[in-house]
T-cell receptor
Framework: SQKIEQNSEALNIQEGKTATLTCNYT??????LQWYRQDPGRGPVFLLL?????KEKRKERLKVTFDTTLKQSLFHITASQPADSATYLC?????????????FGQGTTLQVKP | NAGVTQTPKFQVLKTGQSMTLQCAQD?????MYWYRQDPGMGLRLIYY???????DKGEVPNGYNVSRLNKREFSLRLESAAPSQTSVYFC?????????FGPGTRLTVL
Protein backbone atom coordinates (compact mmCIF):
# COMPACT_ATOMS: atom_id res chain seq x y z
CA SER A 1 0.00 0.00 0.00
CA GLN A 2 1.04 3.63 -0.43
CA LYS A 3 3.09 5.05 2.38
CA ILE A 4 4.39 8.54 3.09
CA GLU A 5 7.03 9.29 5.68
CA GLN A 6 7.92 12.64 7.13
CA ASN A 7 10.30 13.24 9.99
CA SER A 8 8.11 13.21 13.07
CA GLU A 9 10.71 15.01 15.14
CA ALA A 10 10.36 18.77 15.27
CA LEU A 11 12.90 20.80 13.36
CA ASN A 12 14.35 23.74 15.28
CA ILE A 13 16.37 26.33 13.41
CA GLN A 14 17.60 29.86 13.88
CA GLU A 15 15.98 32.78 12.09
CA GLY A 16 17.65 33.51 8.77
CA LYS A 17 18.77 29.94 8.16
CA THR A 18 17.35 27.59 5.54
CA ALA A 19 14.92 24.95 6.76
CA THR A 20 14.83 21.67 4.85
CA LEU A 21 12.00 19.19 5.36
CA THR A 22 11.89 15.71 3.85
CA CYS A 23 9.05 13.63 2.46
CA ASN A 24 9.67 10.04 1.41
CA TYR A 25 7.15 7.75 -0.21
CA THR A 26 7.02 4.11 -1.23
CA UNK A 27 5.16 1.68 -3.40
CA UNK A 28 4.16 3.82 -6.33
CA UNK A 29 5.03 6.67 -8.67
CA UNK A 30 2.74 9.66 -8.15
CA UNK A 31 1.96 12.12 -10.91
CA UNK A 32 2.48 15.01 -8.49
CA LEU A 33 3.22 15.87 -4.89
CA GLN A 34 1.88 18.71 -2.77
CA TRP A 35 2.97 20.58 0.34
CA TYR A 36 0.60 22.13 2.87
CA ARG A 37 1.12 24.30 5.92
CA GLN A 38 -0.92 23.84 9.09
CA ASP A 39 -0.96 26.27 11.99
CA PRO A 40 -2.17 25.14 15.45
CA GLY A 41 -5.96 25.00 15.62
CA ARG A 42 -6.43 25.63 11.91
CA GLY A 43 -6.92 23.63 8.75
CA PRO A 44 -4.08 22.88 6.32
CA VAL A 45 -3.36 25.47 3.64
CA PHE A 46 -2.01 24.55 0.21
CA LEU A 47 1.48 25.87 -0.59
CA LEU A 48 2.95 24.20 -3.65
CA LEU A 49 2.35 21.42 -6.15
CA UNK A 50 5.15 19.82 -8.14
CA UNK A 51 4.58 17.39 -11.00
CA UNK A 52 6.61 14.30 -11.81
CA UNK A 53 8.24 15.94 -14.81
CA UNK A 54 9.37 18.94 -12.74
CA LYS A 55 12.60 18.67 -10.78
CA GLU A 56 12.17 21.88 -8.83
CA LYS A 57 9.56 24.53 -8.15
CA ARG A 58 9.85 27.87 -6.38
CA LYS A 59 7.45 30.32 -4.79
CA GLU A 60 8.96 33.32 -3.05
CA ARG A 61 11.17 31.87 -0.26
CA LEU A 62 9.87 28.34 -0.79
CA LYS A 63 11.53 25.71 -2.97
CA VAL A 64 10.38 22.15 -3.56
CA THR A 65 12.30 19.38 -5.29
CA PHE A 66 10.90 16.08 -6.51
CA ASP A 67 13.24 13.14 -7.09
CA THR A 68 11.18 10.31 -8.57
CA THR A 69 14.17 7.97 -8.53
CA LEU A 70 14.79 8.40 -4.82
CA LYS A 71 11.02 8.70 -4.20
CA GLN A 72 11.65 11.82 -2.20
CA SER A 73 10.64 15.47 -2.04
CA LEU A 74 12.56 18.17 -0.21
CA PHE A 75 10.87 21.35 0.97
CA HIS A 76 13.13 24.33 1.61
CA ILE A 77 12.35 27.63 3.29
CA THR A 78 15.15 30.13 2.78
CA ALA A 79 15.81 33.08 5.10
CA SER A 80 13.40 31.54 7.60
CA GLN A 81 11.37 33.73 9.93
CA PRO A 82 9.56 33.00 13.21
CA ALA A 83 6.30 33.40 11.24
CA ASP A 84 7.29 30.27 9.27
CA SER A 85 6.86 28.19 12.43
CA ALA A 86 4.12 25.65 11.67
CA THR A 87 3.58 22.02 10.75
CA TYR A 88 4.24 21.16 7.12
CA LEU A 89 2.44 18.26 5.45
CA CYS A 90 3.27 16.54 2.21
CA UNK A 91 0.52 14.86 0.24
CA UNK A 92 0.29 12.50 -2.71
CA UNK A 93 -2.65 11.50 -4.89
CA UNK A 94 -4.26 8.22 -3.98
CA UNK A 95 -3.24 5.46 -6.35
CA UNK A 96 -5.70 4.74 -9.14
CA UNK A 97 -7.87 7.67 -8.22
CA UNK A 98 -8.84 10.60 -10.41
CA UNK A 99 -11.10 12.15 -7.81
CA UNK A 100 -8.50 14.39 -6.22
CA UNK A 101 -8.17 12.15 -3.17
CA UNK A 102 -4.89 12.63 -1.32
CA UNK A 103 -2.91 10.69 1.23
CA PHE A 104 -1.13 12.92 3.74
CA GLY A 105 2.07 12.47 5.69
CA GLN A 106 1.99 13.02 9.43
CA GLY A 107 3.76 16.34 9.07
CA THR A 108 6.95 17.88 10.39
CA THR A 109 6.77 20.74 12.88
CA LEU A 110 9.16 23.59 12.20
CA GLN A 111 10.13 26.01 14.94
CA VAL A 112 12.10 29.08 13.87
CA LYS A 113 13.75 30.85 16.77
CA PRO A 114 14.52 34.59 16.66
CA ASN B 1 -15.84 34.49 -0.68
CA ALA B 2 -15.71 32.44 2.54
CA GLY B 3 -14.05 29.31 1.10
CA VAL B 4 -14.89 26.27 3.22
CA THR B 5 -16.93 26.78 6.38
CA GLN B 6 -17.64 24.26 9.13
CA THR B 7 -20.00 24.24 12.07
CA PRO B 8 -19.76 23.85 14.97
CA LYS B 9 -16.19 24.76 15.97
CA PHE B 10 -16.35 22.79 19.21
CA GLN B 11 -18.65 20.06 20.48
CA VAL B 12 -18.79 17.79 23.51
CA LEU B 13 -20.97 14.68 23.32
CA LYS B 14 -21.76 11.84 25.65
CA THR B 15 -21.27 8.28 24.46
CA GLY B 16 -24.26 7.20 22.38
CA GLN B 17 -25.40 10.68 21.40
CA SER B 18 -25.71 11.64 17.76
CA MET B 19 -24.75 14.78 15.91
CA THR B 20 -24.16 16.18 12.45
CA LEU B 21 -21.15 18.23 11.41
CA GLN B 22 -21.94 20.72 8.68
CA CYS B 23 -19.66 21.81 5.85
CA ALA B 24 -20.23 24.21 2.99
CA GLN B 25 -18.03 25.59 0.20
CA ASP B 26 -18.58 28.51 -2.13
CA UNK B 27 -15.87 27.72 -4.71
CA UNK B 28 -18.12 25.65 -7.00
CA UNK B 29 -15.96 22.57 -6.41
CA UNK B 30 -17.22 19.14 -7.38
CA UNK B 31 -15.22 17.11 -4.85
CA MET B 32 -15.60 17.32 -1.08
CA TYR B 33 -13.95 15.37 1.71
CA TRP B 34 -14.19 14.65 5.42
CA TYR B 35 -11.02 13.91 7.40
CA ARG B 36 -10.19 13.28 10.99
CA GLN B 37 -6.87 14.29 12.49
CA ASP B 38 -5.47 12.60 15.56
CA PRO B 39 -2.07 13.09 17.23
CA GLY B 40 0.51 10.86 15.62
CA MET B 41 -1.95 9.65 12.97
CA GLY B 42 -2.06 12.54 10.57
CA LEU B 43 -5.09 13.28 8.39
CA ARG B 44 -7.22 10.26 7.57
CA LEU B 45 -10.01 10.30 5.02
CA ILE B 46 -13.41 9.30 6.37
CA TYR B 47 -15.64 9.84 3.32
CA TYR B 48 -15.49 11.75 0.12
CA UNK B 49 -17.90 12.92 -2.55
CA UNK B 50 -16.81 13.27 -6.16
CA UNK B 51 -19.95 15.15 -7.15
CA UNK B 52 -23.42 16.09 -5.97
CA UNK B 53 -25.38 13.00 -5.02
CA UNK B 54 -22.39 10.63 -4.85
CA UNK B 55 -20.40 9.53 -1.82
CA ASP B 56 -17.81 6.87 -1.13
CA LYS B 57 -15.92 5.48 1.81
CA GLY B 58 -12.42 6.53 2.68
CA GLU B 59 -9.88 4.94 5.00
CA VAL B 60 -11.85 5.11 8.27
CA PRO B 61 -15.63 5.20 7.53
CA ASN B 62 -16.93 3.03 10.38
CA GLY B 63 -19.29 4.86 12.71
CA TYR B 64 -19.96 7.69 10.26
CA ASN B 65 -22.45 8.56 7.54
CA VAL B 66 -22.42 11.41 5.06
CA SER B 67 -24.84 13.34 2.89
CA ARG B 68 -24.06 15.42 -0.18
CA LEU B 69 -27.30 17.33 -0.42
CA ASN B 70 -26.17 19.72 -3.13
CA LYS B 71 -22.95 20.95 -4.68
CA ARG B 72 -22.19 23.29 -1.79
CA GLU B 73 -22.90 21.17 1.26
CA PHE B 74 -21.45 17.94 2.62
CA SER B 75 -22.44 16.82 6.11
CA LEU B 76 -20.95 14.16 8.39
CA ARG B 77 -23.16 12.34 10.88
CA LEU B 78 -22.22 10.36 13.95
CA GLU B 79 -25.20 8.16 14.77
CA SER B 80 -23.95 6.86 18.12
CA ALA B 81 -20.81 8.64 19.25
CA ALA B 82 -17.99 6.69 20.87
CA PRO B 83 -14.93 7.95 22.77
CA SER B 84 -12.76 6.67 19.88
CA GLN B 85 -14.37 9.36 17.73
CA THR B 86 -12.83 12.12 19.81
CA SER B 87 -10.81 13.99 17.23
CA VAL B 88 -10.51 17.12 15.12
CA TYR B 89 -12.62 16.90 11.97
CA PHE B 90 -11.79 18.76 8.79
CA CYS B 91 -13.87 19.24 5.70
CA UNK B 92 -12.16 20.03 2.39
CA UNK B 93 -13.11 20.67 -1.21
CA UNK B 94 -11.18 20.53 -4.47
CA UNK B 95 -11.65 21.58 -8.05
CA UNK B 96 -8.72 19.68 -9.49
CA UNK B 97 -5.58 18.70 -7.64
CA UNK B 98 -5.36 20.94 -4.58
CA UNK B 99 -7.61 20.81 -1.56
CA UNK B 100 -9.02 23.70 0.44
CA PHE B 101 -9.74 23.01 4.08
CA GLY B 102 -12.20 24.39 6.56
CA PRO B 103 -11.22 25.54 10.06
CA GLY B 104 -12.12 22.24 11.70
CA THR B 105 -14.45 20.95 14.41
CA ARG B 106 -12.94 19.79 17.68
CA LEU B 107 -15.14 16.96 18.98
CA THR B 108 -14.87 15.35 22.39
CA VAL B 109 -16.89 12.25 23.24
CA LEU B 110 -17.10 11.47 26.94
Amino acid sequence: SQKIEQNSEALNIQEGKTATLTCNYTNYSPAYLQWYRQDPGRGPVFLLLIRENEKEKRKERLKVTFDTTLKQSLFHITASQPADSATYLCALPVLSSNTGKLIFGQGTTLQVKP
Amino acid sequence: NAGVTQTPKFQVLKTGQSMTLQCAQDMNHNSMYWYRQDPGMGLRLIYYSASEGTTDKGEVPNGYNVSRLNKREFSLRLESAAPSQTSVYFCASSGRDTQYFGPGTRLTVL
